[in-house]
Each structure stands twice: as structure tokens, then as C-alpha cells.
């Protein structure tokens, strides 16, 4: 059994950051890629980034490269996603997922084995 707890979102207003977490358990984390995807109301789930087994590789949205960057701390079974620069449509649920087949980076939605609950991110303009 695997757990994804995410942690972090609020409100915030445009051009203000968030940093959300993810902390993992019940699974070498050190092992798999892990994934942040987002979801506003009315739309599909989207890829927002990914990170690789052992952080070598990231990979990015274009709606949100050069604002938003995934790190992860294997000793701590965490991934992060620091947002900056926020805008009103980066308003969503914010979900963190792992990819137990690939210690690389996929950016299909359908890849992912295990979500986190969810966090809300609102920005505000």
C-alpha cells in the first residue's frame, strides 16, 4: 500500500508563490519517477511536471516552465513543486502521482499508479 499526502496550497495572490509538498510511504521511494498534475474545474487533469528516481531529470508543462520547479528529498520520501510568478489560471487542484513502472519522467496521465488526495492552489488577480 502506498500513500500520497500533499501539503500546501492556499490562496495566494497573482505574481505570489507556493511551494507544495508531497510526502510519500509504504514504497521505496527512491526508486520510481513522481509527477505533479493539475485539475481546474470543468477541465481534464493535466501534466504540470515530473521528476525523475533520483532528480537527474525534470521535466515541465509548457504553461509553467521557468515558474514552477520539482525537487525531491529521497532521505525524507518527499517531492516538492515550488510555484512562482503564480497566475489566476494556475488555479486548480493540485495533485502529486507515482509511476512505479519508470524511473524516468512520463507525462501521461495514464502511467501513474497511486494520487495523492489533492490540494487546492487559488490565485487570485
Known amino acids: 500500500q502506498v500513500q500520497l499526502v500533499e501539503s500546501g496550497g492556499g490562496l495566494v495572490q497573482a505574481g505570489g508563490s507556493l511551494r507544495l509538498s508531497c510526502a510519500a510511504s509504504g514504497r521505496t521511494f527512491s526508486s520510481y519517477a513522481m509527477g505533479w498534475f493539475r485539475q481546474a474545474p470543468g477541465k481534464e487533469r493535466e501534466f504540470v511536471g515530473g521528476?525523475?528516481?533520483?532528480?537527474?531529470?525534470?521535466s515541465y508543462a509548457d504553461s509553467v516552465k521557468d515558474r514552477f520547479t520539482i525537487s525531491r528529498d529521497n532521505a525524507k520520501n518527499t517531492v516538492y513543486l515550488q510555484m512562482n510568478s503564480l497566475k489566476p489560471e494556475d488555479t486548480a487542484v493540485y495533485y502529486c502521482?507515482?509511476?512505479?513502472?519508470?524511473?524516468?519522467?512520463?507525462?501521461?496521465?495514464?502511467?501513474?499508479?497511486?494520487w495523492g488526495q489533492g490540494t487546492q492552489v487559488t490565485v487570485s488577480s
Open positions: 502521482a507515482a509511476d512505479f513502472r519508470r524511473r524516468w519522467v512520463s507525462r501521461q496521465i495514464y502511467n501513474y499508479d497511486y
Open positions: 521528476i525523475s528516481w533520483n532528480g537527474g531529470d525534470t
